[in-house]
């Protein structure tokens, strides 16, 4: 079924890709597996895409009006569970200043099932010191969330707003038509003058039946330099809700299971408007542990 819940994992090294505008936070408590390729929607997790922050004069200046990426990743799963295998293509769009579009459909293989998730968010500034998102998405596999609602709200501190909080709602109902899941999340961002990014933040989540309550915790940072390179550091551990590891079948006791995730990124512009991204992960719970690679091709228009 699914790895439902914000799961909390061993060293996850990884491709988290959808850091999107500089918003808030990783730790996202999925009722599919948590350490999927793509996170359509929530702009989230600065530690993948940074410079594309609504943190309006804080962040690198901006790129151009938007970015697509398609990429492949695989992962080999410990204790005899079937390889993962992912296909995914995702990008943003700025529709009009202080509105940006970000999508992603990816097709995934995992627990030896395989599935197609869609997701859309939208960014709005809504003054200079605020901007707030909303997203959807929904997933055709019992591993994925049947569909997942994100809304998020965030606030720019100082005279060159280089701080960013922020507070996240989720709701997301599971595949398997059982398990659904609301989670909050607190987060912060730090946009220091010479290109370099630091995040943390923390998220509560209730996984129903049983509404057995899980917590999470991360940081990340990112360094570099829009249109040249970008390199990506995220360390996320706590606790997952439950843990369904082959589709159609669940495991009720396995609850409150500690994690850890640690994810890595190198995004490399090759040319003024195109380049590459290549990631690695690794992921450790109690029952097995997941180690995998990534990579894809961006181009920005």
């Not at 988290?16 to 808030?24: F, P, R, S």
């Not at 509105?99 to 003054?127: I, N």
């Not at 209730?206 to 550091?233: C, F, Q």
Request: net charge neutral; charged share 15%; aromatic share 10%.
């Amino acid at each position: 079924m699914t790895n439902r819940t914000h799961a909390s994992c061993w060293a996850c090294v990884a491709v988290v890709v959808t850091v999107t505008l500089g918003v808030a936070a990783g730790a996202q408590a999925q009722t599919g597996n948590r350490d999927n390729a793509p996170q359509p929607l929530q702009p989230a997790a600065p530690a993948t895409m940074p410079a594309q922050s609504p943190a309006a004069g804080a962040a690198p200046s901006p790129p151009a009006q938007g970015q697509i990426e398609a990429g492949l990743g695989y992962s080999d799963l410990s204790d005899g569970y079937n390889n993962w295998v992912d296909q995914y293509v995702r990008g943003h769009v700025t529709m009009r200043p202080g509105s940006t579009l970000y999508g992603s459909v990816a097709r995934e293989r995992h627990f030896g099932e395989s599935g197609a998730v869609g997701g859309l968010t939208l960014v709005q500034d809504l003054s200079p010191d605020w901007y707030a998102s909303i997203g959807a998405s929904s997933g055709a596999a019992t591993f994925q969330n049947r569909f997942r609602v994100d809304a998020a709200l965030y606030r720019k501190w100082g005279a060159e707003r280089r701080w960013i909080t922020g507070i996240a709602l989720m709701h997301a109902s599971s595949g398997d038509g059982i398990h659904h899941d609301n989670m909050i999340r607190a987060s912060a961002i730090y946009y220091a003058p010479q290109g370099f990014i630091a995040e943390g933040g923390v998220s509560g989540n209730r996984s129903n039946p049983g509404s057995v309550w899980s917590t999470r915790v991360y940081g990340a940072v990112t360094m570099g330099a829009d249109k040249k390179h970008w390199l990506s550091l995220k360390l996320d551990h706590g606790q997952e809700g439950y843990l369904p590891v082959v589709a159609g079948q669940s495991f009720p006791t396995n609850t409150q299971f500690r994690s850890t995730e640690a994810t890595v990124q190198w995004r490399q512009w090759v040319g003024r408007d195109w380049g590459y991204v290549l990631g690695v992960q690794l992921y450790h719970n109690p029952y097995y542990h997941r180690a995998g690679v990534s990579g894809g091709l961006f181009m920005d228009f």
